[in-house]
């Protein structure tokens, strides 16, 4: 079975530039997270879906974040403009319908500001 | 919101000896307790988790130990290998108020051989 997939696994952008992250949850995993790391920093959450509807978004920075997830599968994040402050590794996550608990995390997209 | 101290940031310990990191939290109502290892180049992979109706939970050799008074966590290691050296999170959650994670900063364990 796929694991959760990321894309692209680096990204390094000027200040301004705009950038969309992508996120394949494991087939069948109606909850997506996506979580972020700025470095040295504690691993903070961003936003919650389950299936196509955001069911908690708290944790974005500011509308210059936008998620979606059109038809309930894969998942995109994108940072326009991005700043400086917006580098870090971003992480997606998916689990089981009705379980906070068991979260499977992709490998992370690592997003360099400049 | 909930916080999460994580100590110690690194940890340095032989092959064969025992590795804890300990964790408290903020948030009396928290109920579900995740530990997470990260390896070079991947994401976090859990690796136990506690409920706060358990005191104490094993896998091999590895366990987690919670104490609800104190709000505090801590994962023990045995036998530590060369390949138990990763980056490692705790978490909290309390799933009353939704199924975002609140993690501690990580620990780097380095086991030497």
């Known amino acids: 079975e796929a694991g959760v997939t990321q894309f692209p696994s680096h990204s390094v952008i000027e200040k301004g530039q705009t950038v969309t992250l992508r996120c394949d949850p494991i087939?069948?995993?109606?909850?997506l997270y996506w979580y972020r790391r700025v470095m040295g920093k504690e691993i903070k959450f961003l936003l919650h879906?389950?299936?196509?509807?955001?069911?908690?978004e708290s944790g974005m920075p500011n509308n210059r974040f936008l998620a979606e997830r059109t038809g309930g599968t894969y998942s995109t994040l994108k940072v326009q403009p991005a700043e400086l402050e917006d580098s870090g590794v971003y992480f997606c996550?998916?689990?089981?319908?009705?379980?906070?608990?068991?979260?499977?995390f992709g490998s992370g997209t690592q997003l360099s500001v400049l | 919101g909930e916080n999460v101290e994580q100590h110690p940031s690194t940890l340095s310990v032989q092959e064969g000896d025992s590795a804890v990191i300990k964790c408290t939290y903020s948030?009396?109502?928290?109920?579900?307790f995740p530990w997470y290892k990260q390896e070079l180049g991947k994401g976090p992979q859990l690796i136990i988790d506690i409920r706060s109706n358990v005191g104490e939970k094993k896998d091999q050799r590895i366990a987690v130990t919670l104490n609800k008074t104190a709000k505090h966590f801590s994962l023990h290691i045995t036998e530590t290998q060369p390949e138990d050296s990763a980056v490692y999170f705790c978490a909290a959650l309390n799933s009353n108020s939704g199924y975002a994670l609140n993690f501690g900063k990580g620990t780097s364990l380095l086991v030497t051989p």
């Open positions: 948030d009396s109502a928290s109920n579900y």
């Open positions: 879906f389950v299936k196509e509807s955001k069911q908690d």
């Open positions: 087939s069948g995993h109606d909850n």
């Open positions: 996550a998916s689990s089981q319908v009705g379980t906070y608990e068991k979260l499977f």
